[in-house]
């Protein structure tokens, strides 16, 4: 290793800087550099000066300076479009998170038949967004829907769900931790996997009962994982897009824009009304909202966070 | 009875009922997280009056696999499906022509900067589809490749691929962790031997690493064959639709034919599903990696 390492030093000396980059990263960068550079910063610098323009896509974009952001200030379906996605953020991701829990803990021990009970919680997470879309409007359906026949059997009057202005979001709901919890399960079992055995076992020890072994043991040292998983899922549902799409495809937003998520409005801006100004200046938005998240969510992580072996560091 | 029994019985009677309790409700969880997809394969066997009926029944009396072939014509079914196969190839290939040397470079060559630039890979996860798309249609346009499947085709080979649940950066992140995870004696063994970095690459590190390979290719299969963002703001003619798109064909404003439309999402999901029966580790090992959305 030490012979290796000389003589790469040797090359590196003789060669001139040109020849070293060509030996050196360059050309395992060169195709995703090329991507990067073209693909991805000339775009976002695009977009950002697009967002201080009005620009319809037919002439040369205009210069309005801050106007689109003062617009967005004062659109009330914008507002909406905000309120509609906090709401699935705040909802879903703890809920998601606290069922796939749930699962994994119910399935950490062995259990006979554990990898068929896994395979089935997992099943729906690899199910096409589109189709799991195009199944739960069926499920949902107000006259021939399973859930509303369901729901007859115990004597509950069927609902309107993604017709229903108040149950439209919670139906999108059902249908998104539906998708999720199998993947956030799976996730939770590998955490759990590496938390060692002897620290339950010395806590039962010393009299430990179930609820507080998961109180003192089990969380603390789950915390890298469910903070991991709650940026991962806020995110999402921040940006989620295509169950919404689908599912309210013959009117975006319908009804009555309860179903007018951040995203679904970003869509409608640019390529349904042709004001790629203001949709830059809303990706822009989104995506500085998701840095802050992100950053906010590592500086909590300091504090509520948990990893073995720190006390060594 | 002796002592011993009077103590171990209570304790293995209460685990017995604690070990049911258990299997009851992952039964009841199972079966709630199956039945919407029992209902579509049931939905998609129902004749075009037994569909609407109420109160619906769980099961057809009489299963129509005629549904099938009448579901392929309703929409230019197969050509879809070509659609989203070209498209998913390329996925697959471009993201590993572009990502693997890429994950090379980031976990096994060293040079100066490495980690910074690093850092902006990872910082491309955070990088929402949404705020690329406005620019990059326009860009597409410019080059007059909106028309055609190459702006879904072109891309992920200069390591530009975003869709919700998988993205190229994810990929160079995933075959680094998995490159990095190597015995590092194995490449300085190469290096002795005077292999050059392409030989090391090719013959040393792939081969040893392709659990990683397979793993970053399933995702790349899975989220291009289900993706939907962008194929429908890059696509914008009916011949050029992938199946998730041309699924929407099923639906109109004032009648949707649920048995054909169960019929066809069933088949459009069946490759996925496939997959994931029989490469199951793969995507648990990938999801344990990355905690990132399967």
Same mark, same amino acid.
């Given at each position: 290793m030490q012979i290796a390492a000389v003589a790469h030093e040797a090359d590196v000396?003789?060669?001139?800087?040109?020849?070293?980059?060509?030996?050196?990263?360059?050309?395992?960068?060169?195709? /995703?550099?090329?991507?990067?550079? $073209?693909?991805?910063?000339?775009?976002?610098?695009?977009?950002?000066?697009?967002?201080?323009?009005?620009?319809?896509?037919?002439?040369?974009?205009? /210069?309005?300076?801050?106007?689109?952001?003062?617009?967005?200030?004062?659109?009330?379906?914008?507002?909406?479009s905000v309120e509609n996605t906090a709401f699935m953020v705040v909802i879903g991701a703890p809920a998601g998170i606290?069922? $796939?829990? $749930?699962?994994?803990? !119910?399935?950490?021990?062995?259990?006979?038949?554990?990898?068929?009970?896994?395979?089935?919680?997992?099943?729906?997470?690899?199910?096409?967004?589109?189709?799991?879309?195009?199944?739960?409007? /069926?499920?949902?359906?107000?006259?021939? $829907?399973?859930?509303?026949?369901?729901?007859?059997?115990?004597?509950?009057?069927?609902q309107g769900w993604l017709a229903d202005p108040s149950l439209a979001k919670p139906s999108l709901l059902i249908l998104l931790v539906w998708e999720a919890v199998g993947q956030i399960m799976v996730l939770m079992l590998a955490g759990l996997a590496e938390i060692p055995g002897e620290l339950y076992e010395a806590a039962s020890l010393d009299g430990a009962?179930? /609820?507080?072994?998961?109180?003192?043991?089990?969380?603390?040292?789950?915390?890298?994982?469910?903070?991991?998983?709650?940026?991962?899922?806020?995110?999402?549902?921040?940006?989620?897009?295509?169950?919404?799409?689908?599912?309210?495809?013959?009117? !975006?937003?319908?009804?009555?824009?309860?179903?007018?998520?951040?995203?679904?409005?970003?869509?409608?801006?640019?390529?349904?009304?042709?004001?790629?100004?203001?949709?830059?200046?809303m990706a822009w938005i989104l995506f500085v909202v998701t840095m802050i998240i992100t950053v906010i969510l590592f500086r909590l992580q300091r504090r509520?966070?948990?990893?073995?072996?720190?006390?060594h560091a | 009875m002796t002592l011993t029994d009077v103590l171990v019985q209570p304790a293995r009677r209460r685990r017995m009922l604690?070990?049911?309790? =258990?299997?009851?409700?992952?039964?009841?969880?199972?079966?709630?997280?199956?039945?919407?997809?029992?209902?579509?394969?049931?939905?998609?066997?129902?004749?075009?009056?037994?569909?609407?009926?109420?109160?619906? =029944?769980?099961?057809?009396? =009489?299963?129509?696999?005629?549904?099938? =072939?009448?579901?392929?014509?309703?929409?230019?079914?197969w050509l879809y499906f070509r659609n989203s196969l070209i498209v998913s190839a390329a996925t697959i290939c471009g993201i590993m022509f572009s990502c693997v040397p890429a994950a090379y470079a980031f976990g096994i060559l060293r040079w100066r900067g490495r980690d910074l630039v690093f850092y902006i890979v990872l910082a491309g996860i955070m990088l929402p589809f949404q705020v690329l798309m406005v620019p990059l249609y326009v860009m597409y346009r410019d080059l007059h490749l909106i028309g055609t499947l190459l702006p879904l085709v072109i891309p992920p080979f200069f390591g530009m691929y975003i869709s919700s649940a998988f993205s190229a950066s994810v990929a160079i992140f995933l075959l680094r962790q998995f490159f990095r995870a190597l015995p590092r004696e194995l490449v300085d063994a190469a290096r002795i031997d005077g292999a050059g970095e392409w030989a090391t690459l090719f013959r040393v590190v792939l081969p040893v690493a392709k659990g990683g390979l397979i793993t970053v290719g399933l995702f790349a299969f899975l989220s291009s064959w289900t993706d939907f963002l962008a194929p429908l703001i890059f696509?914008?003619?009916?011949?050029?639709?992938?199946?998730?798109?041309?699924?929407?064909?099923?639906?109109?404003?004032?009648?949707?034919?649920?048995?054909?439309?169960?019929?066809?999402?069933?088949?459009?999901?069946?490759?996925?599903?496939?997959?994931?029966?029989?490469?199951?580790r793969f995507f648990v090992e990938g999801i344990a990696l990355t905690g990132l959305r399967g």
């Open positions: 000396v003789r060669e001139s800087r040109p020849r070293r980059l060509l030996r050196g990263p360059l050309p395992f960068l060169l195709p /995703w550099l090329v991507g990067f550079l $073209g693909l991805t910063v000339v775009p976002l610098l695009l977009s950002l000066y697009w967002s201080f323009t009005n620009y319809d896509m037919l002439q040369s974009p205009q /210069w309005v300076g801050t106007s689109n952001y003062v617009q967005l200030v004062h659109d009330p379906l914008f507002r909406t606290i069922l $796939g829990l $749930g699962c994994a803990l !119910l399935l950490r021990r062995p259990i006979r038949g554990s990898a068929l009970y896994r395979g089935a919680i997992f099943m729906p997470a690899v199910v096409p967004s589109v189709a799991v879309a195009v199944i739960f409007i /069926w499920i949902f359906n107000p006259d021939y $829907g399973l859930l509303n026949a369901g729901l007859g059997l115990v004597h509950i009057r069927p009962k179930g /609820w507080q072994r998961l109180r003192y043991i089990t969380l603390p040292l789950l915390s890298p994982v469910l903070f991991y998983s709650f940026i991962v899922w806020i995110i999402f549902y921040l940006q989620f897009f295509t169950e919404a799409f689908v599912a309210t495809a013959s009117n !975006l937003g319908a009804p009555v824009n309860s179903t007018l998520f951040y995203s679904i409005y970003l869509y409608q801006s640019a390529f349904s009304f042709l004001k790629m100004g203001y949709a830059s200046a509520f966070v948990f990893y073995r072996g720190e006390q | 604690v070990q049911s309790g =258990r299997h009851v409700l992952l039964i009841c969880l199972s079966i709630l997280f199956l039945l919407p997809l029992i209902w579509m394969v049931a939905s998609s066997l129902k004749s075009n009056s037994a569909i609407f009926v109420y109160p619906p =029944r769980l099961l057809p009396s =009489r299963p129509q696999f005629s549904n099938y =072939r009448k579901a392929f014509d309703y929409i230019p079914f696509l914008n003619k009916g011949s050029l639709f992938t199946l998730s798109l041309g699924l929407q064909q099923y639906q109109s404003l004032h009648f949707t034919a649920f048995n054909y439309l169960m019929a066809a999402s069933f088949v459009f999901a069946l490759p996925v599903l496939l997959v994931f029966v029989f490469a199951q």
